[in-house]
């Protein structure tokens, strides 16, 4: 049986940047209520402007995609598994 991903509010994930220095991410999610998915909007996360860096979209068997264009596929591959494996603190 497959875990239910349980990130319901926003939260931050550090990245590790292969150029340039690594970075926390605000993670946020995004409702879409027409579809199965599970959408989180990334933005910097400390930025007076934080800068939008794409989305990570779930479908229901967890498998994912990024839209956007900034992030590489180990970046990417970071926010999915910390998003896939977040457990709400106490």
């Not at 879409?32 to 794409?54: H, I, R, V, W």
Request: with cysteine.
């Amino acid at each position: 049986m497959m875990k239910h991903i349980e990130l319901s509010k926003e939260a931050k994930a550090w990245v590790k940047r292969k150029s340039g220095p690594d970075e926390i991410i605000l993670v946020v999610p995004h409702l879409q209520n027409k579809s199965q998915m599970l959408c989180y909007d990334l933005f910097t996360a400390f930025d007076e402007n934080p800068d939008y860096l794409g989305r990570i979209l779930f479908d229901v068997q967890k498998y994912w995609i990024y839209d956007g264009e900034i992030l590489t596929i180990a970046e990417q591959e970071q926010l999915a598994k910390f998003i896939i494996n977040y457990v709400e603190p106490i």
